[in-house]
């Protein structure tokens, strides 16, 4: 399901995003640069008011060969108080077959109107990879386990973030590869992040979440 508004939040700077692509992908969109049915708003455009402006414009017209119109906006962090008070309107109302996809890795610079009406998602792009594998590879030796939970649960105040992309990627996961692993996996995921939110220590989640 894609949302009319999605916030994709990424704690580093990829060129490339999944999750991006995937929305397209389920739009039935093709993300190249020529698509007259995808406004891409980058430094390349800028972030000011007229740029929001010409959004609304852009909405208001009839998709060219799609059924819908996108809007994304690169490092939305970039976007002034007036502009993303002027973004908010169409945020509120983005009208049918409208999707706008924000993007940022400063999410703190955004109006908590503009997060609370947004669906978020936890960019996977790099930050979901320990030396080339899943955060959560489970082995199947004990002591490789403990070693891993040692490892994951360090940085206390990180390790909340790491379990949401844990589960926004298993979620992409899912969709792309159903299977009964995969949610298995999901539910196990959850019910580590309600542990976390119950302030149960994460090593001691994480070793349960491994060892169960």
Request: hydrophobic content about 40%.
């Amino acid at each position: 399901m894609v949302f009319p508004s999605t916030l994709i939040i990424t704690t580093s700077s990829p060129t490339q995003f999944p999750e991006l692509e995937l929305i397209f992908r389920e739009l039935g969109q093709l993300s190249s640069p020529n698509n007259p049915d995808i406004r891409q708003v980058n430094q390349q455009t800028g972030w000011g008011i007229e740029t929001i402006r010409d959004i609304k414009n852009f909405l208001s017209q009839k998709p060219f060969s799609h059924s819908n119109l996108i809007v994304v906006i690169q490092q939305a962090d970039q976007l002034n108080i007036e502009s993303q008070n002027t973004l908010l309107k169409t945020l509120e109302e983005p009208g049918d077959n409208h999707y706008l996809v924000l993007i940022t890795s400063k999410p703190s610079s955004l109006l908590p109107t503009i997060i609370s009406r947004c669906h978020q998602i936890i960019s996977t792009s790099k930050t979901t990879t320990l030396a080339g594998k899943p955060q959560f590879l489970v082995s199947d030796t004990l002591s490789a386990n403990l070693s891993l939970s040692e490892k994951l649960s360090a940085d206390k105040l990180q390790f909340p973030l790491l379990i949401k992309q844990e589960i926004e990627a298993c979620h992409l996961e899912i969709i792309a590869n159903p299977s009964q692993v995969l949610e298995k996996k999901l539910e196990k995921l959850i019910l580590l992040s309600q542990m976390i939110n119950a302030n149960v220590d994460p090593r001691s989640a994480l070793d349960y979440f491994l060892l169960e």
